[in-house]
């Protein structure tokens, strides 16, 4: 049996290459999340008028791994003190988010995030969100599993 997550780190790309190679993660796919728009193409989220993050869905085995492990692991994967921003893309489409997937996960993602606040790993303010994630959408498919297509590693 399998558990999902929900992580907006800046480009899905990147992101998603990386929740791949941890152990106990069994499936991952690119997508939108955090926005209001049915159904919105890359374009469309692209603009940043949709309230959409690029976003992660992360399938993994419990057994394996935890949700607060991959919390943990998701703000060693980005910057999360740039808001709206993860390097050289700009705008709230790329910010740095975690969309809990019921009260459980919201009260891990919660607890995380004050641990790293608490421990002064970053030196400006953490500006990662907490959000309800409305559905997910799956991004088209050229996106899913992109750097790898690519033959990057």
Known sequence: ??????????????????????????ETAVGYAGGTTPDPTYEQVCAGGTGHAETVRVRYDPARTS???????????????????????????????????????????????????????HAAPVATTIENPGPFHPAEDYHQQYLEKRGYR
Do not use: I, N
Not at 83 to 111: H, I, M, N
């Open 1 to 26: 049996m399998t558990e999902e997550a929900l992580f907006a780190a800046g480009c899905f790309w990147g992101v998603e290459a990386a929740f791949r190679r941890l152990p106990g993660v069994v």
């Open 67 to 121: 949700y607060a492990d991959l919390v943990r692991e998701f703000f060693r994967l980005h910057d999360p003190t740039q808001k709206d921003r993860q390097g050289p893309d700009v705008g709230p489409q790329y910010r740095s988010a975690l969309f809990p997937l019921g009260p459980e996960q919201a009260a891990t993602a919660r607890a995380v995030r004050q641990a790293e606040v608490d421990a002064g790993h």
